[in-house]
């Protein structure tokens, strides 16, 4: 395809339905369907629909590299699936300018019985490459990847950090026009992150597009160029990426009113926050922040249950994930709690922050973004002053010293 003439990605009235069953009680055995089906032969089964995704049209260009945002159940993974072609289009045209490589789940088009040398060739394969094309990147791949000592080891044996690493380096070195990138690289350390964002700023100055979902407002500024944001299904924006930050800014509010709820939030509903409350609606950058989560009772329930906080930044970047399990607090279903979580550090700078509740046990129970918010005020924590550019950086305030020897 000639890239003077045609983008990289053209997408017109895209949409994808799913089919919901409807809720209700279930045959559980062959011999209780057969019995329905002869009592009732004309009934259909009761399903309701889901638009996924809906009249999205977008370009992309070649050499760009596209951030797509949205908050969760926006259908950024649905949109990913279908550009791909894991999943079919239920109305709507796709034409890509070549071929796509992508990295939507860890380990995602690997064999968990084949090795990590078999799994490198066999990705190749799969889109379409020789042997020889995918022979002459091998070296770079395993030396990208650190993972060079277990390439002779099923990936099953691998851990989630060995599978990202080299799935990764497969998806960005092999001779693919496009590369699709679904939040995935949180599972590599620092280090891997870092070198993945390097990595995939030389794929798109090399003219090739990649196209990058993410919930970190600070990667996509790093990584990309422009940005598309998604809500409800709907594209609402596409241009700079800061103009798509601040509608993504501005959604907190309206989306944290529709979450109060708790018929409209996620989660089964086996024990939901009955109500989420703050000590005070400002704090001082190193003071302690305590949050209360009221949570219901349900006696039929079995099983312990335990609590997770997630506190969020303007932008929606995850400053603190604050997990009960990791102090050992776990809770009764039969009984009524009152659950403090009390932020001692990291210092927060000053800004406006969101916090996230999640009640979970091995499924997520209740799902509550945007249960309360709070200031941290513009006061200096350090016992010297100086220039603002001494704590422009960073996503929070160092508890540090420095000392002479």
């Known amino acids: 395809m000639d890239k003077t003439k045609y983008p990289a990605?053209?997408?017109?009235?895209?949409?994808?339905?799913?089919r919901i069953g409807a809720s209700g009680e279930k045959p559980t055995t062959a011999a209780e369907a057969a019995v329905r089906r002869l009592r009732q032969p004309l009934r259909r089964a009761q399903h309701t629909e889901f638009d996924a995704l809906e009249d999205v049209t977008f370009d992309v260009p070649w050499g760009e590299a596209v951030g797509i945002i949205g908050r969760n159940g926006a259908g950024k993974s649905t949109l990913l699936k279908l550009l791909t072609r894991i999943a079919a289009p239920t109305r709507g045209r796709i034409e890509l300018g070549?071929?796509?490589?992508?990295?939507?789940?860890?380990?995602?088009?690997?064999h968990p019985e084949l090795t990590g040398r078999e799994n490198i060739y066999l990705n190749g394969a799969l889109l379409g490459m020789r042997?020889?094309?995918?022979?002459?990147?091998?070296?770079?791949?395993?030396?990208?990847?650190?993972v060079g000592k277990f390439l002779g080891t099923p990936v099953k044996r691998y851990s989630s950090g060995m599978y990202v690493r080299l799935a990764f380096a497969v998806a960005a070195h092999l001779d693919t026009e496009i590369l699709a990138i679904d939040e995935v690289l949180?599972?590599?350390?620092?280090?891997?992150q870092k070198k993945s964002l390097?990595?995939?700023?030389?794929?798109?100055k090399d003219g090739r597009t990649v196209l990058f979902v993410s919930h970190q407002a600070q990667t996509v500024s790093a990584l990309c160029s422009s940005a598309l944001y998604l809500d409800a299904g709907r594209l609402v924006y596409q241009g700079d990426v800061p103009g798509a930050l601040e509608i993504y800014r501005t959604s907190f509010e309206a989306f944290a009113?529709?979450?109060?709820?708790?018929?409209?939030?996620?989660?089964?509903?086996?024990?939901?926050?009955?109500?989420?409350t703050l000590d005070a609606d400002a704090f001082d950058p190193s003071g302690p922040k305590?949050?209360?989560?009221?949570?219901?009772a349900n006696r039929e329930a079995v099983g312990q249950y335990f609590v997770s906080c997630h506190v969020n930044d303007l932008n929606g970047s995850v400053v603190a994930q604050c997990d009960s399990r990791l102090v050992g607090a776990w809770f009764d279903p039969s009984d009524e709690h009152t659950v403090t979580m009390t932020l001692n550090g990291p210092w927060l700078k000053p800004g406006r922050y969101t916090i996230d509740v999640y009640v979970c046990k091995t499924g997520v129970l209740d799902a509550w973004e945007g249960a309360a918010a709070f200031e941290v005020l513009p006061t200096n924590p350090y016992p010297e002053l100086a220039a603002d550019e001494a704590t422009t950086r960073g996503l929070v305030l160092a508890d540090f010293t420095y000392e002479r020897t």
């Open 257 to 276: 009113l529709a979450q109060t709820d708790p018929e409209r939030r996620p989660g089964s509903g086996e024990i939901r926050a009955r109500s989420v």
């Open 198 to 204: 390097a990595k995939m700023r030389d794929v798109a």
């Open 186 to 192: 949180a599972v590599g350390d620092a280090e891997f």
């Open 290 to 296: 305590s949050v209360r989560i009221h949570l219901d």
């Open 131 to 146: 042997r020889k094309e995918i022979a002459r990147r091998f070296d770079e791949i395993v030396e990208f990847s650190g």
């Open 9 to 18: 990605i053209r997408v017109a009235g895209l949409g994808k339905t799913y």
């Open 98 to 110: 070549g071929r796509i490589g992508s990295l939507l789940e860890v380990g995602t088009g690997f």
